[in-house]
Structure formats: C-alpha cells, structure tokens
C-alpha cells in the first residue's frame, strides 16, 4: 500500500508538470516489469509447492521403511528380538520429537543427535543378531532395510533444509514492491485514489507471497506437513 501511494503521489507531480510525457514510453517498462514478477512469482511457487510435495511423501517413504524393517525383525533369534524392537520404539519416539521440537532448531538438532545414537545402536545389535543366526537370506532382508531406514534419515534432513538461495526472496519481494509502484504511477492519472483497485492489488500480492513462504517453510506456517507425520505415529502405534 505505501509503494502504490508513493507511486501514485509520483506519478500525480509527473501529470501536473507535463501531462502528455507523464505515460510516454512507460507501456514497455509496465510489461517487462509486470512480466517479469509473474515469471518470478510462478517459478518460486512452483519450486515451494515441489518441495512441500517431496518433504510429504517422505515422511510416508520414512514410515513404510521403518514399518517393514520393524517386521523383519520377528526373523531374527527370539532372545535378540526384544532390545532390537525397545530400540525401535524408542528410535520413532526420537524422530517424531525431531519434528515436534520444530521451529526450535537447537532442540531439535539435540533430538537428531539422539535418534542418531539409537540407529547406531539397533544396527550393532542388528548386525550381531544376523551373525549369530548366521543366514545369508535373513541378513540381506534385515539389514538391507535397516539401512534404508537409516539412509532416509539424511534425505528428509536435507529435504528440510532446502530452499533457495535468500536472494531469490528478496528479488521476489523487491519486484512486487517495484510493481506496486508502477501501478500506483498508472493509476494517477485520476486525481481520485482507486481504493477497490489498491487494496485488491495489495492484497492479492501480499496473499501470493504468504503462500509461497508458508509452503517452503512447511513446519511453522498455517499451511504444513504435520498431518502426514500421523502415519509414522501409527507406526509407533503398533510396535507393541
């Protein structure tokens, strides 16, 4: 609303010293600028709304794995079973608090470090309890998931952490607010404020970027993942 003020009080000084070369000229510079925002809006929302699909089917990827791994250990000797299948229990406990913890980055990188200990340690107990069953099949299926499991602890880690560079968001915010300025320069030439056309522009640009920050930055926007972290409690849920 400021820029679209500044530019209409700009634009208003423009038509009072010389009416007709107040808009000469303007309709390429309008259209390039305009175009540009557009391209730039749709790029950001697109690449936000990507990511935001990626971080919530891993959180599913993550829950089948551990499912299925948490299975294959009724393979293993039965005296192995029980500290293997605690491990696990505790393990979700730790990564569903990961997430809980968000967006407090401190704790939740001291919630990593403990689920971190507690994959080393189901794979020691994991990898002695195949070799004490000593069978090459059982070893693949148990093992080989386990490490699935703990191999997707960095995808999702990183798919966190992924967004573009910070210059990209203050070009994007920079270009709406250098757009709302030209708008506010073309509506001047009323003496009168459009306020319908204003607070429309305004809010909808306001609204586009709300959108695409609260998509890439899923865990503490209105718009978030948290829904799909309930498959990995009903997980948990069944490791009785």
């Given at each position: 609303m400021v820029a679209l003020e500044a530019g209409w009080r700009i634009g208003r000084v423009r038509h009072e010293r010389d009416p007709?070369?107040?808009?000469a000229g303007t309709g390429a510079v309008d259209?390039?600028?305009?175009?540009?925002m557009g391209l730039l809006l749709a790029f950001t929302f697109s690449g936000a709304a990507s990511r935001f699909e990626t971080r919530r089917s891993?959180?599913?990827?993550?829950?089948n794995t551990i499912g299925t791994a948490y299975l294959r250990l009724d393979l293993l000797p039965a005296e192995r079973q029980s500290k293997l299948k605690e491990d696990f229990r505790q393990y979700v406990d730790a990564r569903l608090a990961i997430y809980r913890a968000l967006p407090n980055i401190e704790l939740a990188k001291e919630k990593l470090r403990q689920s971190?200990?507690?994959q080393s340690r189901i794979w020691s107990r994991a990898v002695a309890a195949t070799k004490e069953l000593n069978n090459p099949a059982v070893t693949s299926l148990v093992l080989s998931n386990i490490n699935d499991m703990i191999d997707i602890t960095l995808t999702r880690t990183m798919a966190i952490q992924t967004h573009p560079p910070a210059v990209i968001f203050v070009f994007l915010v920079v270009m709406v607010l250098a757009s709302a300025l030209l708008a506010g320069y073309n509506m001047s030439a009323t003496k009168v404020r459009n306020w319908t056309y204003r607070i429309t522009f305004a809010a909808l640009m306001a609204l586009a970027l709300f959108l695409i920050f609260d998509l890439e930055f899923s865990r503490i926007g209105l718009i978030r993942?948290?829904?799909f972290d309930q498959t990995l409690v009903d997980v948990r849920n069944t490791m009785k």
């Open positions: 007709s070369a107040a808009t259209g390039a600028i305009f175009g540009l891993l959180i599913v990827e993550e829950s971190a200990e507690i993942v948290d829904s």
